[in-house]
């Protein structure tokens, strides 16, 4: 199944390059982001989360920067790999709120 | 720990039925969240149960409904189902319902309305 449509914005990359994925949120009162990968058929799954008061955050091959200013976010995947093809988005909750705003998606593609 | 599942996991029905689908949270978790996505509109936001009562309703007609039970399962209706209700419907739970907390999503329930 998959899990979004035809025309998502695509990033390819070659296997072993960084790749960055971007994002623009929506409101400025928005206090937590998060970035999720969802696979053909799966749901979403968790990936990494900041909170408004910072600025980065490291995962394990994963860096998420937020640029309040311009309302930008940004994961950094190093050394992508196959098993990184998925669509990735982001999410900004509310503040005050348990409501998740989800971004339209960027499909990342990784080629040999 | 199991995850969040859903039942079913694909559904075909036509226009003006109503549907059921169910969700059970991860164990231990007693908010859950569901959401629909579409290619159109993306994951959108339908509304959020913990312990048992609606805390958060996103912009869907009334149409669509859930519910929360005492065990946290959760179970979304939809009636008088439209061609444009076809969708994949997620659901997610979180521990508390918290600010800032992490939703775990299951792997969806796929309708199809003809």
């Known amino acids: 199944g998959e899990s979004v449509g035809l025309h998502l914005p695509t990033l390819s990359v070659q296997e072993g390059d960084n790749s960055i994925i971007n994002c623009a949120y929506s409101?400025?009162?928005?206090?937590?982001f998060i970035w999720y990968k969802q696979e053909s058929g799966k749901g979403p799954q968790f990936i990494i989360d900041?909170?408004?008061?910072?600025d980065k955050r490291q995962g394990q091959r994963v860096t998420v920067l937020l640029n309040k200013t311009v309302k930008h976010l940004s994961l950094q995947i190093a050394a992508t790999q196959p098993g990184d093809s998925a669509v990735y988005f982001c999410?900004?909750?509310?503040?005050?709120?348990?409501?998740?705003?989800f971004g339209t998606g960027t499909r990342l593609q990784v080629f040999p | 720990k199991a995850g969040v599942t859903q039942t079913p996991r694909y559904l075909i029905k036509t226009r003006g039925q109503q549907v059921t689908l169910s969700c059970s949270p991860i164990?231990?978790?007693?908010?859950v969240s569901w959401y629909q996505q579409t290619p159109g509109q993306g994951l959108q936001f339908l509304f959020e149960y913990f312990s048992e009562t609606q805390r958060n309703k996103g912009n869907f007609p009334g149409r669509f409904s859930g519910r929360q039970f005492s065990n946290s399962r959760s179970e979304m209706n939809v009636s008088t189902l439209e061609l444009g209700d076809s969708a994949l419907y997620l659901c997610?739970?979180?521990?508390?319902?918290?600010?800032?907390?992490?939703?775990?999503f299951g792997p969806g329930t796929r309708l199809l309305v003809l």
């Open positions: 409101n400025s009162a928005s206090d937590y």
């Open positions: 164990s231990g978790h007693r908010s």
């Open positions: 997610a739970s979180s521990l508390a319902g918290r600010l800032q907390e992490t939703q775990y």
């Open positions: 900041i909170r408004s008061n910072m």
């Open positions: 999410a900004e909750n509310l503040y005050n709120t348990d409501k998740l705003i």
